[in-house]
């Protein structure tokens, strides 16, 4: 029987001696290897804090002290330690547990968290109900120095420092982000390394905190020590731990941005066990365009939010990018408001964004980008109903984005109105542009439109009778193959491409009136505030009959797509058994 079979709560961490601790923390990193090597996830952040998590759950008594996990991308260590080791030891029950934190596994888990710099806003929510109902427990919470690019970790830690009472922030320093750092805090981060904690120049003494340092965050009994230390302070205080990305194995040491994340691969040699395939996909087709734009064009400048690779965009292709490119770290809103300055200041900006993260931009599209009416373009990847986690899901930009004025929300349906869109985006000086990329690449039958300045256009794909099924975007497919499926019922439907998320073409649709009967919406996101209610909300008076189709407003959790497809009858048979229903 290895130690970590004798973990079953941090109350057994707490009787091993520290030479046992050592032991443990290889059985840890052997246990996140095993977990991640078979169904993918985080490698480098969880392998790099394992000697912290052990030293926090040795010293602290979780759950009645609280810790806080940053984005949960630390949190593998924690979870084989609070009873959950069958979610890396078992392959048949690895996918029962998530990649982050999750209350409904654990009662050592607060919060479901998978964005970033949310901990010590957190935190201080939970210091400050333990200081008013007259509690005595320790709150702490564990970022990572990427996160601390994120406005609202700077938020948090200038409340935190006021709070004069019990908070216990570590800063996990690894001197990397998902892929390099940048700002300038981390020139300070790197002064406070190179003089072991000693600098005059500190921020967090600035703050207010009480401060120490850690040089070698990996060692067990130096954390013991330091937490020991620390453990019950009545001051705001904080930990700046410097540790090792992907501690312990090889390539994720070498190699930190490629091993922060990674798809299933081989333990030994480190090769993905996947076969991805050499299909043409977007971010290659969106990387080549751009590079090509920006040698033509050096008013054009990329933008991303800390994440690059989740574009396609390799260190080597930023460096091709050159001074074009813009990283501003792991701050989507501060992005918006570049982006929107940049267009202001006669440049083209295209800033590169994930859906879920879109989502943390909500103020800056309205106030700073939409009401200034600046021509920045956005490119909105990922957004579709998926199998991911509750805190990554992509189908929420619809409603989000598209009831925002001046915006002009795009959906292309094909590679080649993808790109159509992205030219005249960049080049039209009218309004801030938003572009839903697409999923899956789908190459056009036939030359696309190329001007998009005559607003809410829908184009006929096929035109029939009696039903008309607007597809949106992604989902124009779906709408043929579900007019291939009436037609085998003697309907010969109507297709038709909206490409306009954020308004409609009244002139089509009063013609529609003419001939059709049913009016059928295919979003590949959420109905509610979506594209299909505005269709819905246009016929109201009329005795015009109208389905929407899409995503019901819920949170889903990993669940399969093609379960959701079912659920939200989001498949050709299913259309076509709704339409028949009221026909």
Known sequence: MTLLDKINSPQDVKKLSTAKLESLAQEIRAAILNRDSKIGGHVGPNLGIVEATIALHYVFNSPVDKIVYDVSHQSYPHKLLTGRRDGFLNDEKMNQISGYTNPNESEHDFFTIGHTSTSVSLACGLAKARDLKGQNHNVIAVIGDGSLSGGEALEGLSNAAVLNSNIIIIVNDNEMSIAENHGGLYTNLRLLRETDGCAECNLFKALGFDYHYVADGNSISQMIDILSRVKDTKRPTL?????????????????????????????????????????????????????????????????????????????????????????????????????????????????????????????????????????????????????????????????????????VYLAPTTKEEYLAMLEWGIEQTEHPVVIRVPTQVIYAPAPVKDDFGSLNRFETIRLGQDVAILALGSFLTLGMQTADKLKEQGINATVINPRYITGIDENLLNNLKENHQIIVTLEDGEIDGGFGEKITRFYGTDKIKVLNFGAKKEFTDRVPLDELYRRYHLTPDLITADILKIK
């Not at 540790?243 to 091993?259: C, V």
């Not at 050096?298 to 939010?305: G, N, Q």
């Not at 590169?352 to 106030?367: A, E, K, N, P």
Request: glycine fraction near 8%; charge should be negative.
């Open 239 to 407: 930990l700046h731990i410097h540790t090792l990305k992907g501690k312990g194995y090889k390539f994720a040491e070498e190699n930190k941005e490629q091993w922060h994340w990674n798809l299933p691969f081989d333990i030994q040699s480190g090769k993905i066990n996947l076969e991805l395939g050499n299909e043409e996909n977007y971010n290659d087709i969106t990387f080549d365009y751009l590079n090509h734009k920006i040698k033509q064009d050096k008013d054009v400048v990329i933008l991303t939010a800390g994440t690059p690779g989740a574009f396609g965009l390799s260190p080597d292709r930023r460096q091709q990018l050159g001074a074009n490119y813009v990283d501003v770290g792991i701050a989507e809103e501060h992005a918006v408001a570049m982006s929107s300055a940049l267009a202001k200041g006669g440049c083209k900006p295209v800033f590169c964004v994930w859906s879920s993260f879109v989502q943390r931009t909500y103020d800056q599209l309205s106030q700073d980008l939409a009401i200034n009416n600046n021509p920045a373009v956005i490119l909105v990847f990922s957004g579709a109903i998926s199998a991911m986690d509750v805190t990554h899901l992509g189908c929420f930009d619809i409603p989000l984005i598209g009831n925002i004025p001046n915006i």
